[in-house]
């Protein structure tokens, strides 16, 4: 009798945690905060049948086979015991205050009961620790405007003293191109006889017009001529 009201219990008690329903609600995806400054991350869910016990807990989530949760022993850590809406949603909070660089990672809730097999996390949201640039000179957006503006103005000038330095350049190459050509075409006809090149130009064209048979009678002539001039 006794063992047969204890493996009655047992099988209640199984019916029992097997109606316990977990629905998990979205949660942020990832926030960004600055170095030194406080961060508040929230996870949600929903839960039907029975209380599920919530545990924080950072990336990786075991080490060495324990659940690496977030240091409750940190004064910077503050976490409330969860707060119910009017939805029945379930909702845990966790602040970090004065957050450090190796602060960042994923943080998600751990949603622990015996009914649950295997244990559920929440979504989670990635936290960002940032370090803000630090501005070596403080200057407003109006002088970076006129900053800008400058610069524009001195480049276009730059480009316009170029451009008139390499016409200038081009024409003083012309110009030089064509004195040298002239030069050359003035030392062709330097050191001629202008009379040499005039008698013989005019031997040429007599011989044109006299014909070949004038050349045969003068040289006749010159021949009497010297037969005539003997003894």
Same mark, same amino acid.
């Given at each position: 009798?006794?063992?047969?009201?204890?493996?009655?219990?047992?099988?209640?008690?199984?019916?029992?945690?097997?109606?316990?329903?977990?629905?998990?609600?979205?949660?942020?995806?990832?926030?960004?905060?600055?170095?030194?400054?406080?961060?508040?991350?929230?996870?949600?869910?929903?839960?039907?049948?029975?209380?599920?016990?919530?545990?924080?807990?950072?990336?990786?989530?075991?080490?060495?086979?324990?659940?690496?949760?977030?240091?409750?022993?940190?004064?910077?850590?503050?976490?409330?015991?969860?707060?119910?809406?009017?939805?029945?949603?379930?909702?845990?909070?966790?602040?970090?205050?004065?957050?450090?660089?190796?602060?960042?990672?994923?943080?998600?809730?751990?949603?622990?009961?015996?009914?649950?097999?295997?244990?559920?996390?929440?979504?989670?949201?990635?936290?960002?620790?940032?370090?803000?640039?630090? @501005?070596?000179?403080?200057?407003?957006?109006?002088? @970076?405007?006129?900053?800008?503006?400058?610069?524009?103005?001195?480049?276009?000038?730059?480009?316009?003293?170029?451009?008139?330095?390499?016409?200038?350049?081009?024409?003083?190459?012309?110009?030089?191109? @064509?004195?040298?050509?002239?030069?050359?075409?003035?030392?062709?006809?330097?050191?001629?006889?202008?009379?040499?090149?005039?008698?013989?130009?005019?031997?040429?064209?007599?011989?044109?017009?006299?014909?070949?048979?004038?050349?045969?009678?003068?040289?006749?002539?010159?021949?009497?001529?010297?037969?005539?001039?003997?003894?």
């Amino acid at each position: 009798m006794v063992a047969v009201t204890f493996l009655f219990l047992c099988f209640w008690a199984a019916g029992d945690l097997s109606r316990i329903q977990v629905t998990l609600e979205p949660d942020r995806p990832s926030q960004r905060v600055q170095l030194s400054h406080t961060a508040s991350l929230r996870c949600c869910y929903s839960v039907t049948g029975g209380a599920v016990d919530t545990t924080w807990a950072t990336s990786p989530h075991m080490v060495k086979g324990i659940l690496r949760g977030v240091d409750w022993r940190d004064n910077r850590v503050t976490v409330d015991g969860g707060n119910l809406t009017a939805a029945g949603v379930m909702c845990h909070t966790l602040i970090l205050r004065e957050v450090r660089l190796n602060d960042t990672g994923l943080y998600q809730c751990f949603l622990n009961h015996s009914a649950l097999r295997p244990s559920v996390y929440t979504h989670g949201t990635f936290l960002h620790v940032y370090m803000p640039i630090v @501005k070596i000179l403080d200057i407003s957006e109006s002088t @970076k405007n006129s900053i800008l503006t400058a610069e524009g103005m001195l480049l276009m000038v730059a480009v316009l003293l170029h451009g008139t330095m390499m016409l200038c350049k081009t024409k003083k190459l012309n110009q030089l191109k @064509k004195k040298r050509v002239k030069e050359e075409e003035e030392n062709i006809y330097e050191g001629l006889n202008l009379e040499e090149c005039c008698s013989t130009y005019d031997q040429i064209q007599r011989s044109l017009v006299q014909g070949p048979y004038q050349d045969v009678g003068n040289m006749i002539m010159e021949e009497e001529e010297i037969q005539l001039e003997k003894p």
